[in-house]
Structures are given as C-alpha cells and as structure tokens.
C-alpha cells in the first residue's frame, strides 16, 4: 500500500513544469445515463472540471491512453470530444488547488469509511460474534479500503495532504482487524 514514505516523489508544481490533458466533449442530453457514465469514467481516473464539459488530469501515458479511449466512446455516443495536450498559461495555482481539493476530498471519503469499519468491529464485538465467516467478511472490506487507497494514491500525483491521514486510519483499521482476529481465534480455541 502506498503510503507517505514509500510511494515516488510527488510532482512540484513549482518547480516542474504541469503538462495537462484536457477534455472538452458534449454528450447528447438523452439518455441521461450517458452523461453520467461520462462523468463517472472522469471521477474515477481523477479528473477536474475546470467548467462544463472541459475536464483536466495531469498528463501521463496511462492518462492519456484512458482519455483517448474515453474520447472514443463519446463519438460513439453522438456526441463531440476534443483532447488536448496543454500547460496552463495563467491560473496555474487554481488547478492545483482543485486538483488536490479533489485528492483530499477522495482521502477524506477513506477516514470515514475506516470510522465505519471501526463501528462495524465494535458491533461484531457487543454482539458477540466471533466467527470465521465474520472475520473473513471484515478481511474483504478491508481489502477494498486499501485497494480504494491505492488507486488514489497512484493519482495523487502531486501529494495531497490527506494521504497521512488516510494512511493512519488504514493502519488503525489494521490493528484492529487484527485485534479482532486473535479474539476469534481464541473463541475458536475454547469452543473445541
């Protein structure tokens, strides 16, 4: 899992020159499905609307292969797209200041799921269930926080504060799962 220490080098915006793709498309207005797949295919790639159907990512191979078949599939819709490899002129700190509002936000949806998982351990706790079943149920979930925390983090190319804090909330989660492990265990042991 990435975490602030082993992960690459974020990006210095100031430093480094930002090259960034940006989408500008217009998808017909029925059925609706198709604007919302659109812009659920932009979410998940971590895309920013800078306005109305114009979103930019920062610029990478992977980027640009998944934008360039996004593009693809909008003409196939009926509508329009144009991709375009650009540097902001003027502005630049505003699209970063998105950008990572963006990343944050998406950390920010990771500390509450792990306070839900927190509560989901407490009630298997007070409930009293000590079961493989549980535990292995609890396992899965875990499993697709950490894996939600690496796909943001793998386009956090610019390092979010809030990856830390996503981070320690997986940590705790951790520890807790396996708090709750050794208990089933040792339920397990004593039921024999």
Partial sequence: MPTPDTREEPVDPVQDEVSWLLLIYRVPSEPTRL?????RRL???GA???Q???AALPASPAG???LRKLRHEILE?????VLMSCAVLSGQQEVLAAFQAARDDE????????GDFH???EKEYKANHFTYAELEENEEDLTKLRNWFTKIANRDVFGAPGNAAAAEALTTCEAALEKYANRVYTEEAESR
């Fill in 77 to 81: 819709m009926s509508g329009t797209a």
């Fill in 107 to 114: 950390y920010e949806e990771i500390v509450d799921k792990c």
């Fill in 43 to 45: 979410k998940s790639l």
């Fill in 64 to 66: 640009e292969r998944a």
């Fill in 48 to 50: 920013i609307y800078l």
């Fill in 35 to 39: 604007r919302a797949a659109v812009w």
């Fill in 119 to 121: 509560a989901q351990l």
């Fill in 52 to 54: 109305n159907s114009a």
